[in-house]
């Protein structure tokens, strides 16, 4: 490790890869000389899954194909890792179908280790992090639970759950951000001590049972897509079989058990302060709530080739050991289950990410950065969208570029990004469809479309790529407009007879044109609002007409776009009409 | 800090009893304290929401040479949020001289406030959520009501009444748009598809709800600007006595001469607690004499605008050419076709009429003014208590949501996917939010708040 880096990444989970590789790739490409240095606390865990084994879902999916079409890995890796490929809500409209793998666990982190290890400019390295080094208001460096000091031009804080996190176990609790994991506290006294709000927030994983004492045969056996579909648009392949899941359901016996140690659960006994994610509830918590249902689905889902190992997913659980192996052995198909980890839950600490700029650097700290779950969002995918981000903007600011702010209407990234840092959350965010207004343009077939070009300008994107994604472009190009001319022969006499991918994308496009047609007002109201920009240093004090409540709102916030200040909640559409008046009077007004 | 304390004269110009000049921002105590004070309390002690004596004192020396007391006055200031606008708001009670009250309006400027713009205050209102629009909409309807009914329409939308269907409406829709948004987001779970839980029924008896409210608007529309009623007939039928006798007045000068009424005359009667806007007209008929001429040009116009017309035949004389031109002048407008005279005689053949009046002996006359608030009552089947809508604003609104449930629930029978459903759903929310203001431009917001007075 030297003494002197331009980057430093603290964290190498699914965030801190992302924001590493990019910056690396993007000053690689310039043969530039800067340098990126990604700490972790174990070298063993980079790019460990957490919980669930598995890449992608409804909006994730998204997620993960804009990565790609950036640039990003994470779409490569779960190709080239995936045991299982599905894609879901097919008999739903094309801009609801997502892609979902079941990834080797083992595969994933070694082909990102490999990877990492490839990167020029990149150094990866064992570290625990204890205090970020700040110096008059801009960042320093970083201080190591060795006492060492590396200095940065920028550090990015991608820790994950590892902020103080706190294992629970029934009502037994260990230190730990996750299971045979340390935890980080310097840190988080550190990020207090610079004057940043902390908040905490908790999550749930399932237990994993050894496949050999489970019972297949009397569960629904899920096989993935004969067809199997690709998160990246690189043509990677899938090179490794497939394994299918299977499906069971808890029954009344199952119930009644969990309802008897509600008491000895931390979340019912309140032993746990954090929020935790209502749409990923833990068992304990979905018969609470939804007591009439007399059963709930599970999927056990392969943990890897080499693996004796699987994951009950729909069984998050914090309850205590005893009951968990009780409760699991009532399941039909695991009566004669082992426990190969045990399910528990995680409390850890989060910064709002309201401290934020779109950028996802800090109003704090010039130079330091948060991304991933620190911010309070739950989701490897989720995680590597805002590290990509991140990383990209990091990098641009050091080599004097403008940063990258994706709008909602370009790509889900945009969507996450947005919610983060102007509404904030306090409960662990999760991506959905339903949260993109432009929900029927941000669609998986077309995330190239959105965003390949961009991430050819910004370096990241290899020529290779960009030269078959320009391609693939033009191709629909002259497909559409062919079509339209000849509307009713849709057979041609082109010479190219062009691929399913490509029929694919245009019949969309054409069955989509009215309902996006209905979107374009929406849409030019939010380019406009876009363009018009807020200074940092904005005076709302000078506007006539806002309320109080709105002013504070600006004022904490400061939003950089117009559009930014129409999402903050509070803010009427009232309000926007006041501020656009104003800005574009140029401030004539205030008399 | 910007200029952000309004001011201005609340009561209408001119001379009166009582004037009130009204504060309104953050400078409003600070203001008061510069141009009021009291022998036996200060400012600061004020009590909020109570009033205190005191007076108005001009302080400024290059006007005066010395402090010089302008008027004594009451004073109150309410404390924000709980006022009117929902911020720091004083008024002050003064005699209502014209010059001055100009004068103690001047010296609250000079001490640091800004004169308001028309309906500065109740757009005060709204921005800080005191208020929603359909409520300062009504402020500004109880202001102009010129009748009972327009008056209690005004009231209730006022108090909220019209503001809490629009949000039940938002509810249930909300609700179902969140259960297809989680059969798309949620796949793995076994959530039932739309067609099964019943959405499209569900979606179906919002839009029953918001197409009987939006069928208001004919009625809604006439209680709040009143009926325009234009009495036509050939000349000397007794229109002109017919209106005296609505109008319970001698208004109208009536004599014998055909062609008497030359110009178009208006005048404004309550009839069952109803504002209409009585019209009586030159017949229309051939004439060589100009100003005849130019009066019947008038009728037609007027005409071309009403809402309503009375066309009023000659009982005893029966129907002849120029009757017959009324006749099929008016055919395309709701009409009343009334025989008068009917105390010299009935000798209409098969003519099909409403009315048998009399304006001699005032026969019928009941019965007529019965029909004509029953024209504007019996437009929509309503039951007593449902909200009515009053603009063209809200029947605009209430017909996109109308259209964009339709187009939902047309996705639903062709088996579209959920999404567009979803799509459908979210435009008839935003529509829904302009009722109310939640969404809105600011011409629409122009639009409202120009029409108010300065001072409100």
Redesign the interface.
């Known amino acids: 490790m030297n003494k002197h880096y331009n980057i430093i990444v603290v964290g190498a989970g699914h965030a801190g890869i992302e924001a590493a590789l990019a910056a690396a790739r993007i000053f690689g490409r310039r043969n530039d000389k800067k340098r990126v240095l990604l700490l972790t606390g174990d070298l063993k865990t980079i790019a460990h899954m957490s919980c669930n084994p598995a890449i992608g879902g409804?909006?994730k999916g998204h997620l993960v194909r804009e990565i790609d079409a950036l640039g990003g890995e994470m779409g490569v890796a779960a190709d080239l890792t995936g045991i299982q490929f599905r894609r879901?809500?097919m008999?739903?409209?094309p801009?609801?179908r997502a892609t979902r793998c079941q990834s080797d666990r083992n595969s994933y982190m070694k082909h990102m280790r490999e990877v990492l290890s490839k990167a020029p400019l990149l150094d990866v390295k064992e570290g625990l992090v204890d205090e970020i080094l700040v110096k008059e208001g801009k960042i320093l460096g970083v201080k190591l639970q060795s006492g060492a000091e590396v200095i940065s031009d920028k550090v990015i804080v991608s820790t994950g759950t590892f902020l103080n996190g706190l294992l629970h176990f029934g009502m037994d609790h260990i230190e730990g951000g996750r299971i045979d994991d340390f935890t980080s506290k310097g840190l988080s006294k550190s990020l207090m001590s610079l004057g940043f709000q902390l908040g905490r927030l908790k999550t749930g994983t399932c237990p994993r049972l050894k496949s050999k004492m489970i019972n297949f045969s009397v569960m629904n056996r899920q096989d993935g897509d004969k067809e199997m579909p690709n998160f990246s648009f690189r043509g990677v392949g899938h090179p490794l079989p497939q394994l299918p899941c299977f499906m069971t359901y808890t029954n009344g016996e199952t119930h009644e058990i969990i309802k008897a140690a509600l008491g000895r659960s931390p979340l019912f006994s309140g032993k746990i302060q954090g929020t935790g994610p209502r749409?990923c509830p833990s068992i304990e918590d979905k018969i609470f709530r939804f007591a009439d249902k007399t059963r709930h689905?599970l999927?056990i889902e392969p943990e890897g080739l080499d693996i004796d190992e699987v994951y009950v997913n729909g069984l998050s659980t914090s309850l205590p050991k005893d009951v968990q192996i009780e409760m699991v052995r009532t399941i039909s198909g695991l009566e004669n289950a082992e426990i190969a980890r045990w399910g528990y839950a995680v409390e850890y600490d989060y910064a709002p990410p309201t401290q934020l700029y779109a950028t996802l650097e800090t109003k704090l700290i010039k130079g330091l950065y948060h991304a991933g779950q620190i911010n309070g969002t739950s989701g490897y995918e989720e995680a590597a969208a805002q590290g990509l981000m991140v990383g990209i903007n990091a990098a641009r600011s050091l080599i004097d570029e403008e940063p990258i702010i994706l709008s909602r209407s370009q790509a889900y990234i945009g969507v996450l990004i947005d919610d983060l840092v102007t509404k904030g959350t306090n409960e662990p965010y999760r991506m959905?469809?339903?949260r993109a207004?432009y929900?029927?343009i941000l669609r998986e077939d077309n995330a190239d479309m959105r965003l390949s070009e961009l991430g050819h300008k910004i370096g990241l994107l290899d020529d290779e790529q960009y030269e078959r994604f320009s391609e693939k472009k033009s191709t629909i190009e002259e497909y559409l407009s062919e079509l339209r001319k000849n509307r009713r022969k849709r057979t041609n006499q082109r010479t190219n007879e062009p691929t399913h991918e490509v029929k694919e994308a245009v019949d969309i496009e054409i069955k989509y044109e009215g309902?996006i047609k209905?979107q374009t007002d929406h849409l030019e109201r939010l380019k406009r609002l876009e363009q018009l920009k807020l200074p940092l240093d904005f005076d709302y004090?000078?506007?006539?007409?806002?309320?109080?409540?709105?002013r504070a709102k600006l004022k904490e916030i400061r939003p950089s776009t117009l559009a930014q200040a129409s999402n903050i909640s509070g803010i009427?559409?009232?309000?926007v009409?006041?501020l656009?008046?104003y800005l574009k009077s140029g401030r004539r007004d205030?008399? | 800090m910007g200029d952000n304390t309004i001011t201005a004269i609340s009561t209408p110009p001119g001379v009166g009893a009582i004037g009130v000049v009204r504060i309104s921002g953050p400078e409003a105590k600070d203001i008061l304290k510069r141009v009021w004070t009291s022998s036996h309390i200060s400012v600061d002690k004020c009590v909020t929401h109570r009033m205190y004596y005191g007076n108005i004192v001009d302080n400024i020396i290059e006007n005066v040479g010395k402090p010089q007391v302008i008027d004594n006055v009451l004073a109150v200031f309410m404390e924000a949020p709980n006022s009117y606008t929902g911020e720091n708001l004083v008024e002050i009670h003064c005699h209502a001289g014209a010059y001055l009250t100009e004068r103690i309006l001047n010296l609250i400027i000079n001490a640091g406030a800004r004169p308001a713009e028309p309906g500065e205050f109740t757009k005060r209102a709204y921005l800080n959520n005191r208020m929603d629009l359909l409520q300062c909409e009504a402020v500004a309807d109880v202001i102009g009501a010129s009748s009972e009914r327009s008056l209690k329409l005004a009231q209730e939308q006022l108090s909220g009444r019209l503001s809490d269907e629009i949000a039940k409406i938002k509810t249930a829709l909300k609700e179902i748009k969140a259960s297809v948004e989680a059969t798309i987001d949620f796949p793995e779970e076994d959530i039932e598809m739309i067609n099964q839980c019943g959405i499209k029924e569900k979606i179906e008896s919002i839009r029953f709800e918001t197409d009987k409210l939006s069928s208001t608007y004919s009625e809604g529309r006439l209680l709040r600007e009143g009926v325009k009623v234009v009495i036509v007939g050939k000349p000397n039928v007794g229109k002109s006595s017919l209106m005296n006798l609505l109008l319970g007045s001698e208004r109208v000068i009536v004599h014998d001469t055909p062609g008497t009424t030359r110009d178009v005359i208006e005048e404004h009667a309550l009839i069952g607690g109803i504002s209409f806007m009585l019209i009586d007209t030159a017949g229309i008929h051939d004439s060589v004499c100009e100003i005849e001429k130019m009066g019947i040009i008038k009728t037609r116009l007027k005409l071309s605008e009403a809402d309503l017309t009375i066309v009023v035949l000659d009982a005893a004389s029966g129907v002849d050419k120029k009757d017959e031109d009324v006749l099929s002048e008016t055919k395309n407008i709701p009409r009343i076709v009334i025989v008068n005279k009917s105390d010299k005689g009935l000798n209409v053949a098969d003519l099909k009429f409403d009315l048998k009046t009399s304006a001699a002996t005032g026969d019928g006359i009941d019965n007529l003014k019965e029909m004509m608030t029953g024209f504007v009552t019996k437009k929509h089947k309503s039951e007593a208590g449902d909200s009515i809508i009053t603009r063209q604003r809200h029947k605009n609104s209430l017909e996109k949501i109308s259209v964009s449930l339709e187009l939902a629930t047309k996705s639903i029978e062709n088996k579209e996917s959920a999404e567009f459903v979803a799509c459908h759903l979210q435009n008839a929310m935003d529509s829904l939010g302009e009722l109310t203001g939640e969404i809105t431009s600011d011409d629409v917001l122009n639009e409202i708040f120009s029409k108010f007075c300065i001072g409100k």
């Open positions: 409804l909006a879901l809500n008999s739903k409209g801009a609801v749409y689905q999927f959905f469809t339903s207004e929900r029927l309902y209905m004090d000078l506007v006539n007409g806002l309320s109080n409540e709105v009427t559409p009232a309000a009409s006041i656009m008046v205030s008399a």
